[in-house]
């Protein structure tokens, strides 16, 4: 393989340099210029559609890697900016000579404006904050302009001071209101004395801010830069710093221990990506895909710590926590509002990210449901359990119950094993090709379902949305382009087309004086459809579209900073399924039953007043119009109260091998029947259920099995 040939050459070249370095000094610039050199090297030689290291490609490296040192621009001067520009269209050329000095000079830079900052939030916070005030904070960092002296400076602290300050205000005053509800003997405080505390919250967190400042090292810093260069390329080419890479829990699977949810940092936010199936935030349901955590607190005696501008692991390191202690968060829901949740730290349940189903019942006639959380496999023998054995031993327990039409639920599915979708879409044709990979250089590779059998030959349905990516869109997209199933959800799935490999960058040098260098997770091949199509940034689109929470957010590939284009390639071939009898008549019956559906709309109305919340960037400190804009809020959130309250007339139920399992264990019969009440208010599945009896199998087609070639 060529890969083979790349790291042999890679090898003899970069172990030639590295003969002559023999410090193994932590923070050295020699260690720093052979990680520029050997990473520029593995992305032009190994990325999938490597970029040019130009004028251009050094502007956007430019733009991202200030913004990412500064996103909220309160260190960095205009006067700052206008020196740095001179390496604008230099960072090319310093990464092909090895120089540094671009980020010797803002790393330095950044130092010293860090150690202003410490002092002027020091000295604002030193004086009381009038919250009678009308004036207003405008949070759109992106468009703000750089200070241009000290007092523009001072003056853009002390409104975010104001503003953090405010917030922990309004959190003492309506808390203070609950204890005299609750007891007319509670000794009240005066505005003044909330006023002072709130103050002093926002100084402790601003404390705790610099304190893990501190802590970081000029590596650390380094590490920036690197990444401000390797994202260049694309959302998933990324550089794991030596410590990063040592803890691959939480940089790499993101999986935070203790609370079982994904996270990322976006600017200065620590945004959930993602709830693990079965953990505490997903058992306790409070919090969703898109909220920003922006305060923890450990105990119920101490004061909450904010986590906005942390390092991500620094944060991760106030969430987790042992088993059955409790956290609470301060939330910033995905449509503005913010909430207090407390959760049970835990253990993440394994078995509730398997591959789980439910007999459904309407009228006189038997579904089958089973939902899919990802596609796991052993990564140690495929042999083991993994997501195909498990479908396919789901459905065969369905069709003992005589089932009429099977759903597969693949929303929220980030994608996993690539073999397993093979082996799942096999499942459901005879035969033929499900998906093609094309690694740089190289002719697509087409992998295919080779066994005849069909296990479940009757109507099917799979359920997706904006959070179905990666290997859930390669299923999706095979068995659309069959026409083998219906395809119900959002516009279109995340649209992650694109495969990644983690290299180990020790494993490339003969000889290494330095330690440790990391690794850096490489974008290296590229999915396409059978029909010849990339499923990267357009997704699957559904054949019928239905709204949902994120109907109107940027949550897709689409909306990520360098995506890989779209792009096709020759048609594989492959045979459309033609076992139905008026396939785009069943398609036409469900759009046409979604246009009339007034949950839809009422999810649809929520959506959009998402998205309007999200887009305000403008806040009052005066605190009567603070308090005014979060009770108008709360009662907007109130309208769409009813969207939790639907009811679908169908009935679910556990397997019969699963009733047995159930009698014996109580956790298992409250997790089922949490399943089965959320499906019952499940407005896409009850569609999913009347397409099922809309589809009709063609009997005789299906036997004879008359196939239509597609080139």
């Not at 559609?49 to 251009?56: C, E, G, S, T």
């Not at 090319?92 to 000079?105: A, P, Q, S």
Request: aromatic residues 10%; hydrophobic residues 35%; contains cysteine.
């Amino acid at each position: 393989m060529k890969k083979s040939f790349l790291i042999l050459m890679l090898t003899m070249i970069v172990s030639a340099a590295s003969c002559s370095f023999t410090t193994k000094v932590e923070n050295d610039p020699d260690k720093d210029k052979l990680l520029i050199d050997l990473i520029s090297y593995v992305l032009g030689k190994g990325h999938y559609d490597a970029k040019d290291i130009n004028d251009d490609f050094s502007k956007e490296v430019f733009a991202d890697y200030i913004d990412a040192l500064d996103p909220l621009k309160r260190y960095f001067y205009e006067s700052d900016i206008n020196e740095f520009k001179k390496y604008e269209k230099l960072i090319d050329d310093e990464i092909r000579n090895k120089e540094i000095t671009f980020f010797n000079r803002t790393y330095q830079r950044l130092q010293q404006r860090m150690d202003e900052a410490r002092v002027l939030y020091k000295d604002i916070l030193e004086s009381p904050f009038n919250f009678e005030v009308e004036e207003a904070i405008d949070t759109d960092y992106e468009n703000l302009k750089y200070a241009t002296n000290k007092k523009e400076m001072r003056e853009r602290w002390r409104l975010q001071l104001k503003f953090n300050a405010l917030s922990s205000y309004y959190d003492k005053v309506e808390e203070q209101i609950d204890s005299v509800t609750k007891n007319k003997d509670f000794k009240r405080k005066t505005g003044v004395a909330l006023e002072e505390e709130s103050r002093d919250l926002t100084r402790s967190s601003l404390e705790e801010y610099f304190e893990f400042a501190d802590d970081l090292e000029r590596k650390d810093w380094f590490s920036i830069y690197i990444n401000s260069i390797v994202e260049e390329f694309d959302p998933h080419t990324y550089y794991f710093a030596p410590q990063d890479k040592d803890r691959f829990d939480i940089a790499m699977s993101g999986k935070l221990e203790g609370i079982g949810a994904r996270l990322q940092k976006k600017n200065d936010n620590v945004k959930i990506i993602e709830i693990i199936s079965g953990g505490p935030a997903w058992r306790g349901n409070k919090v969703e895909v898109g909220d920003l955590i922006m305060k923890v607190k450990q105990e119920e005696e101490q004061e909450p710590v904010s986590i906005v501008g942390m390092r991500l692991d620094d944060a991760v390191s106030l969430i987790k926590g042992p088993k059955g202690t409790k956290v609470t968060l301060t939330v910033k829901k995905v449509d503005g509002t913010t909430e207090i949740v407390e959760i049970v730290r835990d253990v993440v349940e394994l078995e509730e990210t398997y591959a789980k189903s439910s007999v459904v019942k309407k009228n006189d006639k038997t579904f089958g449901v089973i939902n899919l959380p990802k596609f796991y496999f052993n990564m140690q023998d495929y042999n083991q359990r993994n997501a195909a054995k498990d479908v396919k031993q789901e459905i065969i327990r369905l069709k003992e119950q005589d089932m009429d039409g099977l759903v597969v639920d693949l929303r929220d599915n980030g994608g996993g094993s690539l073999q397993t979708v093979v082996d799942i879409a096999g499942l459901f044709i005879e035969k033929g090709p499900i998906v093609q990979v094309r690694t740089k250089g190289e002719s697509p590779e087409v992998l295919s379902d080779k066994d005849r059998n069909i296990l479940w030959d009757g109507p099917l349905v799979i359920l997706v949305n904006e959070l179905s990516a990666s290997a859930s869109e390669i299923l999706a997209a095979a068995m659309q382009d069959y026409k083998r199933a219906i395809i119900i959800g959002s516009k279109q799935t995340y649209g992650k087309g694109t495969v990644q490999n983690v290299m180990d960058l020790n494993r490339w040098m003969r000889s290494n004086d330095f330690g440790d260098l990391g690794a850096l997770k490489l974008t290296t091949q590229k999915f396409y459809r059978v029909n010849g199509g990339s499923t990267q940034l357009e997704g699957v689109k559904s054949d019928v579209v239905v709204p949902d929470r994120y109907s109107y957010i940027d949550i897709g590939e689409k909306d990520q900073e360098n995506p890989l284009p779209w792009d096709k390639i020759a048609a594989a071939d492959y045979n459309v399924w033609d076992g139905y009898i008026d396939f785009d008549q069943t398609i036409n019956n469900s759009k046409d039953r979604m246009a009339k559906n007034d949950q839809l709309k009422l999810i649809e109305e929520n959506a959009k007043w998402v998205r309007q919340k999200r887009d305000v960037n403008v806040y009052s400190l005066k605190y009567d119009n603070y308090k005014a804009n979060i009770t108008l809020n709360e009662k907007q959130a109130e309208r769409f109260g009813a969207i939790d309250d639907y009811k679908t007339n169908l009935t679910f139920e556990s397997l019969p091998y699963e009733k047995q399992l159930i009698k014996e264990d109580t956790v298992l019969a409250e997790k089922r029947k949490r399943w089965h009440e959320s499906l019952s208010k499940d407005v896409y599945v009850e569609e999913a259920i009347s397409v099922l009896e809309d589809l009709k199998i063609n009997n005789i087609r299906r036997s004879k099995n008359p196939l239509t070639l597609k080139n």
